[in-house]
């Protein structure tokens, strides 16, 4: 600070430099330098070592980031307020560092760390990583062929998804409106090019990544016109003060009102509700299936989490003007994903429906907007938290099995091929039955906890006919998982039947950290369920 | 012994003053008790297979032994409770939480008191003996091993029965000695009627069960707690509506056990099983739990009149039923079992009787217990004889060929006919007194039903030991093995002298801690009683000997009989009247239900799946992968979400 006295009238006004909490923000920071170093490896190091360097790095720096996630988790101040909320906004108002917000990033680093095992996966290609050689050359020519033969790798892939990690991040942490738009760009542009890259089925691959850039731009341009609405009402970006400007209005209503909804279509794009979910069934199923591992799980996290920050931050004082706009949004989701799910003959789209129809029982969670009362029922926020946890797990599990169920041309997504698995390979078709179970909600897998929360603090929240839906939804669900299961154990294969390829320790590791996390969840959830209890609200 | 003075302290003492003592010193032999012989059960049973030679060859012995360790641990319990006050011979072992679930607490617990205390000897003495005559009776058996596994797990489960210290423990060991009644009736499975007979005791007594698990779930719901302690307590507080209700669902449950009407008619079929069965589980000691059962829960049937009245009116009706059905089946274990009923039905009808009759149920149950198990083993011993013929029509003249069988059975005759001096004289004497001082009206019934015993018994032993011979050809009638007499001659000397526990008021005095005690004037005096009673034996007796006795004995039975007798021969139409209202009916309504189910519910799940099919295929087309069609989707789906936002701010 300089003293007033002593500036001359010709000096420059004093312009305060902004303060950064650099601490609070160190998981984030490591992220970002990471993907960084990752970009100078790519241009310096000798390719031979690339793969190696850059999986240590990401892996390493993943870690770090969690072990910074833990501390900043166990430096958080009790803020003021009537509910229990934690931590504060830090980088003049950018980002709100709270308990939700570090609950997501331990969490999306969680995820990020088993998708990197999945991404350094190479003994399923002959000692090459599931990624394309050369995405520049065209799927077929001469030069994709020189590639293969020189074993050329693009390693590129992991620093992209540092960035994309970085966004994930920051998304459900931002606390203006720029910088949740800057974040959801940081987040989609990096996996629109990772959805691309597939060895193998390169076209259908260029072709998802493509789409997804097209109607993720699409819906972009809603999210920042809505911006613009809301600006144009609250005259400000921060969500503290949107808060302000919607609980004390008295005109300019409708200003508001297409913001809200303009704005929502383009987190409920992230999320993949209906009815704009048209994506994801084709991009989860072009997409690299690590990729698809790592978006569905981490996407799905940051999503939900600006959504919840959004709407129950900013636009909390007009609940009562978006909750039935919810009601629609998530009855429509649930039925849709799950009926569309039934006659899906990809495991991989049916998955993706699967995500579709999960999308909505989140949805049903947030919908509710209970925030608790004394007697420390579970929350809204608190039960998202706990449900995209579980989701994720069983998630990355069950892709992780997806590429590992293999022919000669790569992985067999065909359901039908499935027949038989049980008995090719008892112990990975029980694990894939696992995550059926859990995803259908089966008590003693973490799935029915998670059911069990959203729809329990929807009820708290009064929302219990949306309830009642999300149980028929659940049950025609069932049928879907249950069938996979069906088939891989009471189906006769038809021809030669599916075959396992034994993967690398990653990709195992993977799938039993899933398993295991799946197992646990359901059987002892309370631990967890009480540290996103913990987490508390958000901070404003 | 306890001195004089102690005993009218005792005579004196509330009936509910159950106040257990924790066990200690050789009390906590309790457990061991019901563990030795569970613990041989198990490596008899689950010690299958060709490794298992010395388990085959040997088992037996292990079974026995167990059996007879329960017996001398149940002796040493008894000495030690004789040596304690009247006031403090109720002794509670409490292992361990079993069940605890909130504000509900089910302990392991094991109460050890008189009355306990005298079924563990029964149980334990009888059940030994009954092992050692197994020894013999089943020795050529490929499965004898087996056998005594399930006659173990039999003992053990009994003894949980009396030993528990709450309804649900209880209810355990009732379970256990269905099962193991189910195992045993059964064991013969490959024959058709066994494995039959074996499903239907499991079946009817499930009635029963149903009936003792919703009492115990109506202690939980009213009291919040069932065990004996602790319902004895909370009973008083209670509407005398749920008491009755108590009343009456034990009742249910005593009668699924006790083979009374209306759920009799698996006793008689049980038969099947092999005859070491008969006499354990099936006369001596499983179906008189249900007397257990009732005089037990006294505190409840304490405070309820209505329930009381059923207890005796059931008694009363099986008393008869049996005796009945005794008279007229020619099956010497049918007759036996017809006999059996019949008095379970007298028990029955003294544990109704309140105070007044609890001891004598109890004393006629170990009297019975003696000589019935006396003369199942002396039947079986003539089956043995006789190539396993169970008609009474083709034996005949057996009492030269097989003295020792005949001796003891005579005993047991004598016994059961209530001929002066012998156990069942005294037991059955009290038990109609008793009545008359009640219902002068439900004492005739006993005392009659005490003439039609004599009547059936003498039959029994005419057709059997003496009249002419009948046997079929290749008949070779011979005395059994030492190993199968000697259990015989133990049965009948304490069918002799079981009568003495009555003496100087012992039994009375001995079970007022734990039931109560009560005599009620009556107009004459007991001798009056007594001599009436024998007079109507005589006339029995009398009856049987011009029927049997004067006449030869057709070895067919007659086509050409009155209606009582073609009734009592189909067990008085239990079985039809079964068919008729129950079996019949529930099948009606299994193919109703059948068919609802393939129309209705199968018809609902089909259309509403080929509903969410032909919708998912439709949604399916939507799904064209041209992204300018997921664009317009996106833009409607915007348009909606506007709309929805902005409606609700115009509405």
Known sequence: MIHPLLVSASAPPPIDSPTIQYGDLSPLLVVAAVALLGVMVEAFAPRALRFTIQTALAIGGIVVALAATVWVGLGLDRASGDVLARGRVVAEGAVAVDGPSVFMWGLVLLFALVSMLLFAERRLEGGLSAFTGQAAAPPGSAMEREAVEHRIEHTEVFPLAMFALVGMMLFPAANDLLTMFVALEV?????????????????????????????????????????????????????????????????????????????????????????????????????????????????????????????????????????????????????????????????????????????????????????????????????????????????????????????????????????????????????????????????????????????????????????????????????????????????????????????????????????????????????????????????? | MTAPTDLLLATEQAPDALAPVAASGVFVLIAVMILVPLVSSALLVLGDGPRFDLADKRGHLLGTAASLASFVIGVVLFVTLLGRDAGDRSIEQNLFAWIHVGGFQVDMTFLYDPLSALFVLLITGVGTLIHVYSIGYMEHDPRRRRFFGFLNLFIAAMLTLVLAGDYLVLFLGWEGVGLASYLLIGFWQHKQSAAVAAKKAFVVNRVGDVGLALAIMLMFAQLGTTSFVGVAEGIEQVSSGTATALGLLLLLGACGKSAQVPLQSWLLDAMEGPTPVSALIHAATMVTAGVYLVVRSNFIYEGTEAARTAVV??????????????????????????????????????????????????????????????????????????????????YGGLAR????????????????????????????????????AENVFVGIAAALGAGVTAFYMTRLMIMTFLSSRRWKENAHPHESPAVMTAPLVVLAVASVLGGFLVLGGWISDWLTPVTGYETHELAVPAWVFSVGITVLVAIGVAV???????????????????????????????????????MRPGDQATRGLAVFDRIGVDGAVRAVTGGIGATSSLLRRAQTGFVRSYSLTIFGGALIVLVAVLAVNLA
């Open chain 1, 187 to 540: 987040l989609s542009l990096p996996l629109y090019l990772l959805c691309g890259l597939a060895r193998r089925r390169r076209l259908l691959s260029q072709e998802s990544a493509m789409k997804y850039f097209l109607l993720g731009a699409f819906s972009s341009a809603f999210f920042a016109y809505g911006i613009a609405l809301v600006y144009g009402f609250a005259g400000g970006f921060g969500l503290g003060d949107i808060d302000q400007a919607v609980s004390n209005r008295i005109d300019g209503q409708n200003l508001l009102l297409a913001g809200i909804a303009l704005m929502a279509v383009g987190v409920m794009f992230k999320v993949g509700a209906v009815p704009f979910h048209a994506w994801t069934p084709d991009v989860y199923q072009g997409a690299p299936t690590a990729v698809t591992a790592f978006m569905a799980a981490g996407t799905k996290v940051a999503a939900f989490g600006a959504m919840l920050r959004l709407f129950f931050v900013a636009f909390g004082g007009a609940s009562w003007d978006w909750r039935p706009m919810f009601w629609v949004v998530a009855i429509l989701t649930m039925v849709v994903g799950a009926v569309a799910a039934v006659t899906q003959s990809d495991v991989k789209r049916m998955l993706a429906y699967s995500s579709i129809a999960h999308a909505g029982f989140i949805l049903v969670g947030v919908t509710g907007a209970f925030v608790g009362t004394r007697d420390a029922s579970v929350t809204s926020v608190s039960s998202v938290l706990f449900y995209l946890t579980v989701y994720g797990f069983s998630t990355i599990g069950a892709f992780a099995i997806v590429t590992i169920v293999r022919d000669a041309s790569g992985e067999t997504t065909q359901l039908s091929r499935w027949a038989g698995l049980g008995r090719e390979s008892p112990l990975v078709a029980g694990a894939f039955a696992l995550f059926m179970l859990a995803f259908a909600g089966i008590p003693l897998t973490s799935g029915f906890i998670g059911k069990w929360a959203v729809f329990s603090a929807a009820w708290s929240g009064g929302a219990w006919p949306l309830v009642v839906v999300a149980v028929l939804a659940s049950v025609v669900a069932a049928s879907f998982y249950v069938r996979v299961i069906v088939t891989m154990f009471f189906t006769e294969p038809t021809g030669e039947g599916p075959s396992v390829a034994v993967p690398s320790m990653a990709t195992t590791a993977v799938i039993v950290v899933a398993v295991v996390v799946t197992v646990l969840l359901g059987v002892v959830p309370g631990p967890v369920l009480d540290l996103a209890q913990s987490a508390g609200a958000f901070v404003r």
């Open chain 2, 313 to 394: 009116v059931v008694g009363l009706v099986t008393l008869i039923a049996g005796a009945w059905i005794g008279c007229a089946k020619d099956d010497i274990k049918k007759a036996l079992a017809g006999s059996t009923m019949s008095q379970i039905g007298y028990m029955m009808l003294a544990a109704g009787l309140g105070p007044a009759g609890y001891a004598y149920a109890i004393f006629h149950l170990i009297t019975h217990g003696f000589f019935k198990a006396n003369m199942f083993l002396g039947a079986g011993s003539v089956m043995h004889g006789m190539d396993d013929e169970v008609d009474m029509r083709r």
């Open chain 2, 401 to 436: 060929l097989m003295p020792l069988t005949f001796g003891t059975f005579a005993m047991g005759y004598l016994a059961i006919i209530g001929f002066p001096g012998f156990s069942g004289f005294f037991s059955k004497d009290r038990i109609i007194e008793a009545a008359f």
């Open chain 2, 544 to 582: 049987a000997w011009a029927t049997y006795g004067r006449r030869d004995v057709p070895s067919t039975a007659p086509e050409k009989v009155s209606f009582v007798t073609r009734a009592g021969r189909r067990d008085l139409y239990g079985d039809a009247v079964n068919e008729a209202v129950l």
